[in-house]
């Protein structure tokens, strides 16, 4: 069992930049795949933004949203996963959501929910024009 806890969402204007980060209830994430979900206000399912994928090889993945490529970047240090985002606009307001699973097959998509066991409770980020 693995528990997640994010921090760093808030308000800020459209061209605005945050730091999410998520930390693991364990020394490190190394042995994971984790990702980044996001529900946008009245959404009913989450979206996938970015994602870190490590198979039993340690052969790594890295994938994006095509919404979020080229501003948001995702990292992990220790037991923190680290979601950088930049030239916010409104339509990335949203509650965002940390998530990890042990078990990552390539064929995998990291940006599907279906895939990751463990979740955070999620940090408000809002965004306004």
């Known amino acids: 069992q693995v528990r997640l806890v994010e921090s760093g969402g808030g308000s800020v204007q459209a061209g605005g930049s945050l730091r999410l980060s998520c930390a693991a209830s364990v020394p490190t994430i190394r042995n994971y795949s984790m990702a980044w979900f996001r529900r946008a206000p009245g959404g009913k399912q989450r979206e996938g933004v970015a994602g870190l994928g490590r198979d039993n090889t340690m052969f790594e993945v890295v994938e994006y949203a095509d919404s979020v490529k080229g501003r948001f970047i995702v990292s992990r240090d220790k037991n923190i996963l680290v979601l950088q985002l930049k030239s916010l606009t409104p339509d990335d307001t949203g509650m965002y959501y940390c998530?990890?699973?042990?078990?990552?097959?390539?064929?995998?998509?990291?940006?599907?929910?279906?895939?990751?066991?463990?979740w955070g409770q999620g940090v408000q980020v809002t965004v306004s024009s």
């Open positions: 998530a990890a699973t042990v078990l990552y097959l390539r064929s995998h998509s990291l940006l599907e929910e279906r895939h990751f066991d463990y």
